[in-house]
């Protein structure tokens, strides 16, 4: 069974820098995409960042040069560092794992992790 539990959220302010983590159990993990969505409230989750298993990784427009996916296969976790945060960046942040070696769907989800940018 496969369990992905988030940390690392938390209240920041503007400009300032939080790093998520995010550690998985179950399957080989180093075999498997992954990545990070984000949810606000009343908006639809949506796709930050994410990093295939070789090493390959996508931003969304809106992070990128602020935010870096790192994953790191001997700890069976994936990290998003996030700098220069902005008001817009708050939401609740979901790590999520594929069940191939490049694509998230389908997946398993972590429970989330809240991230409030304010001053």
């Known amino acids: 069974q496969v369990q992905l539990v988030e940390s690392g959220g938390g209240l920041v302010q503007p400009g300032g820098s939080l790093r998520l983590s995010c550690a998985a159990s179950?399957?080989?993990?180093?075999?498997?995409?992954l990545g990070w969505y984000r949810q606000a409230p009343g908006k639809q989750r949506d796709l930050v960042a994410s990093i295939t298993s070789s090493g390959s990784t996508y931003y969304a427009d809106s992070v990128k040069g602020r935010f870096t996916i790192v994953r790191d296969n001997a700890k069976n976790t994936v990290f998003l560092q996030m700098n220069s945060l902005k008001p817009g960046d708050t939401a609740v942040y979901y790590c999520?794992?594929?069940?191939?070696?490049?694509?998230?769907?389908?997946?398993?989800w972590g429970q989330g992790t809240q991230v409030t940018v304010s001053s």
């Open positions: 999520k794992r594929g069940t191939t070696a490049f694509s998230l769907n389908p997946g398993y």
């Open positions: 179950g399957s080989i993990f180093s075999r498997y995409a």
